[in-house]
């Protein structure tokens, strides 16, 4: 397999680095977390152009067709740059679950529209009282005289405001479901949604919101017939894609503090020169690198479609959370008091992580699915 | 816990004040605020004081309560389960000690009323950007110039200058002489000393409680001095040896701890199950438990200790670094507890206003876990009490 990005990827890579650095100082990101939906859009548009919108898109529906280790370059350097963009509702979430659970027809009526960066979605999955669980929803889709209906509430539905559609997983309790009663992707659009969007700032700075779709009509389900199957790929790839971006913040945390110890001084020395911090810095590049290498060798078996890539993905993610855990906390550590500041990124790196390992569940909850996964083994 | 008659007595006692005096709505507040404006401080502590409780740590000729170790520790207890504010640290357990162990009488009687009643609430200068872990190289200049010495320089984290109205604060008055002898204590005032600017730094849980403070030829009167000149290191290590024994934070983390079993009872997993029925989860909780119960038992001894041979060694300092680190510890699996609800954070520009996105038990959580990242910074970073007790343990 491939560990290292070949030319085309590090173009890729290039790119959007470039981008990052002339839109990510700093200074950018401040302004960039005062959610200016305008500025957003541009800079969406920008990235669209890059390609990046459609990078998972097929090219027949105007994107260019690549995998999940591109998704994870993308992933790495959203993580690095704390970027705001939407790539993991819109490209990663969305556009996945839109290419495996849709019919011709809605692909063709969505797709594009996302890989010219005029269209954001967002995927509303968990509830409160279901904490990590995926499958086990209680929002319901009924059908009342010929109207879709939702009932139910989601939360923590990342750029849930700015979405033009957002997904929503139901239990279908359809009369045409009958007994089986599986799950099932609803489209609902955001002018359905006046008044039931409670939008709100999370840790890291991004938006999310709770949203009430009690009585929301749905504008179309998507056809898959199984829709299970559907969640547990597009699960595997959005766990290895966070694994990819908390690597990305820890490389900047990494790069951040080797920098700090070595230049702040105290006792007449600088900090790089002390033993314990020596060691306690190589114990951050190892959880990075463990994170980094178990999270390539799981896009490679998402990519392969091979029978371990859900133990893989589990993993990936469980390791990320437990990584960033410690990486996060002693890059504020190792800076001292300007660590527990607003002002530097560190910080910002710190809760970046947090919401990283909580999404799509902690590493705890992932260790309880991986051993889940080896008893029916 | 070693309970008798006596300290059941003395446990219902505080109960009894505890009922009387704190208003619900402000033991709600105490509950979910990291930070506490200074009203709210100030008014509990007049409250202790009206009852004669106002320094349980102090001697009983300074306006001490006389306690016995384990009375001290019932209190404490009391008060941070029943959620009461926290006392302002700086004048009762810091600068009020160093005063009466070190002062003239003049200041005794100008500055130790002022902390007993909470009228005067005081703050600490010490650290400077370039001074964190090495304080004693701090370099924030103090001049004598006929009868004032003129300050010029800077100091950082400075908890709640913003609205204190006195400083303690280490300066250097000998920069030729080795760096722990050229230090000397000085109160200043900060309601009527200019040249003094205040700098709000904003925390990594978007709160304003820390500050960057500089001095620019600011003249304070000679007798702004405490005990003598240049000795200011000594007081700065006695005051340092009394607030460890303070820090281990036991009945704070218990508190915390006994309000994660709420939440996790309250929070569901599968939409049946709490989460605190959940064994995994269970574990993690017990296991805090377990630790909280060997920090106790360590806190319990250090104190009984402290009255007997009144000079600790190295005890302060574990019991810095391990209860912070507990501390630390049970903030997060609070926040684990909240799943998702642990990633709404608002904060209203003026910093003081928050909406509560979710349960109502969410509130106040995630700030708490933030801010107690400094847990292990603040007091002696954990780094600098290993190496306190590395040198007492370690011969040659």
Partial sequence: MDW?????????????????????????WRQHSVANETARRARWQELASLGVTGINIDEDHGGLGLGIRELQIIGELSGSYLMFEPFFSTVVLGTSIVSLASSEEQKAAILPAIAEGNCLLAFAFAEHGN????????????????????????????????????????????????????????????????????????????????IDFDGVAVADTLAAEDASAVLAEVEAISLVYLAAEAVGSMKAVCEQTLDYLETRQQFGN??????????????????????????????????QGSQDRFALAIAAKATSGRSARFVGAQGIQLHGGVGMTDELAIGHHYKRLMANEITLGNADYQIGRFRALSLTA | ????????????????????????????????????????????????????????????????????????????????????????????????????????????????????????????????????????????????????????????????SHFADLMFCL????????????????????????????SPIVSIDKAHSLNQVFFEDVRVPLDALLGEENKGWDYAKFLLGHERVMTSGVSRSRQKLNELKDIAKSERLEHSTSLLSDPQFGRKVADLEIQLMALEAMSERVLARAEDAGRLDIEPSILKLRGSEIMQAVHELSCDALGYYALPYEYGADRTERTTIGPSYAEGVVEDHLYRRAATIWGGSSETQRNIISKQLFRK
Wanted: charged share 25%; aromatic share 10%; net charge negative.
């Fill in chain 1, 131 to 210: 904490r990590y669980d995926l499958t086990n929803v209680a929002t319901q889709l009924e059908e009342h005289a010929g109207q879709l209906v939702l009932t139910g509430k989601k939360i923590a539905v990342l750029d849930g405001q700015f979405a033009d559609k957002i997904i929503v997983l139901a239990v279908d309790k359809r009369q045409s479901a009958g007994a089986a009663g599986g799950l099932v992707f609803c489209l609902v659009n955001r002018d359905s949604l006046e008044g039931r969007i409670t939008s709100y700032r999370q840790i890291d700075s991004r938006m999310a919101a709770d």
């Fill in chain 2, 171 to 198: 300066v250097r008055t000998d920069p030729t002489a080795k760096p722990q002898s050229g230090i000397s204590f000085l109160l200043i005032d900060l309601r009527k000393t200019s040249g003094i600017t205040i």
């Fill in chain 1, 4 to 28: 290292e990005l070949n030319e085309e990827q590090r173009m890729l890579r290039s790119s959007i680095e470039a981008w990052a650095d002339n839109n990510y100082s700093w200074t950018d």
């Fill in chain 1, 270 to 303: 600088k900090l790089s020169t002390y033993q314990a911090l020596r060691h306690r810095f190589v114990d951050m590049e190892i959880e990075k690198s463990a994170c980094e290498a178990l999270a390539i060798k799981a896009a490679e078996a998402i990519k």
């Fill in chain 2, 1 to 160: 816990m070693v309970t008798n008659t006596e300290h059941e007595t003395f446990r219902a006692e505080v109960r009894a004040f505890l009922k009387e005096n704190l208003d619900p709505e402000v033991a709600d507040f105490v509950r979910r605020h990291t930070h506490h404006p200074k009203e709210l401080t100030q008014r509990w502590q007049k409250a202790l004081y009206n009852r004669g409780w106002a320094a349980p740590s102090w001697p009983k000729e300074y306006g001490g309560t006389g306690w016995t170790p384990a009375q001290r520790y019932i209190f404490e207890e009391e008060c941070t389960f029943a959620c009461a504010p926290s006392v302002s640290p700086f004048g009762l357990t810091m600068i009020g000690p160093v005063l009466y162990t070190f002062g003239s009488q003049e200041q005794k009687d100008r500055y130790l009323p002022g902390i007993l009643t909470g009228e005067e609430y005081w703050c600490q200068g010490y650290s400077e950007p370039g001074s964190g872990s090495d304080l004693a190289s701090l370099s924030t200049r103090a001049e004598r110039q006929d009868d004032s010495y003129v300050i010029n320089g800077s100091k950082i984290w400075t908890t709640e």
